[in-house]
């Protein structure tokens, strides 16, 4: 099998239908208040809260509707894409951060902010070498898919977590880093947009 050229990240309200999925290692934490699962599927990883309307997904199978962002894994000149489909028991997070910066070995290539009811997630993704990649040992779940091919996630506090997708084949970490916050009632001056997410996916 080829190896993924892209990953695409969407966001929805309602969880997607997760018995479709190869779910690998799957975790129920609490974070940010209320209860999250943390899975790693064979696809990539899904993150969920159904209390707070919140449904990550990370895939390496193109998402047929919502808006999605197209990660691309090939080249380290294309943008990131935004586009809009035409197509219709958990235990205490300890305070504490898995990863040191990357520093000018880390390139930004996504920033995205999204609004689920009063709660913001600001979402960052970035690519380092695949040298930067710290290893498994640090990470509250990990999922080894073959040598030096790796997905984790980590709660690095009560309102952050992070996210390693090792592609050696591109010489590749693909990292990403999730903040949470509370959104006041109305918008604020000055204050970062953040999207609505759609309601479904698939």
């Avoid at 009063?118 to 290893?135: D, H, N, Y």
């Avoid at 999922?143 to 084949?169: G, L, V």
């Amino acid at each position: 099998m080829s190896p993924p050229e892209s990953l695409y990240l969407a966001y929805t309200a309602e969880q997607p239908p997760l018995a479709e999925y190869d779910i690998k290692r799957r975790v129920q934490r609490q974070f940010f208040g209320t209860e999250f699962t943390f899975a790693v599927i064979g696809d990539s990883h899904y993150i969920g809260a159904p209390e707070l309307g919140f449904h990550e997904l990370l895939s390496c199978k193109p998402i047929r509707e919502g808006r999605v962002t197209t990660v691309p894994l090939t080249d380290t000149h294309r943008p990131v894409t935004d586009r809009r489909s035409t197509e219709s028991a958990g235990r205490p997070i300890t305070d504490r951060r898995s990863t040191e910066p990357a520093g000018r070995d880390r390139q930004e290539i996504h920033t995205g902010r999204y609004r689920f009811g009063s709660i913001g997630v600001t979402t960052t993704i970035s690519r380092e070498p695949l040298s930067a990649f710290p290893g498994p040992e640090p990470f509250d779940i990990a999922y080894r898919f073959d040598p030096q091919a790796y997905t984790t996630i980590n709660c690095q506090s009560t309102t952050n977590y992070e996210t390693y997708h090792t592609y050696p084949e591109y010489d590749l970490a693909l990292y990403s880093e999730h903040e949470f916050t509370d959104l006041p009632a109305a918008p604020v001056g000055g204050e970062p947009t953040y999207e609505t997410p759609n309601t479904k996916l698939k």
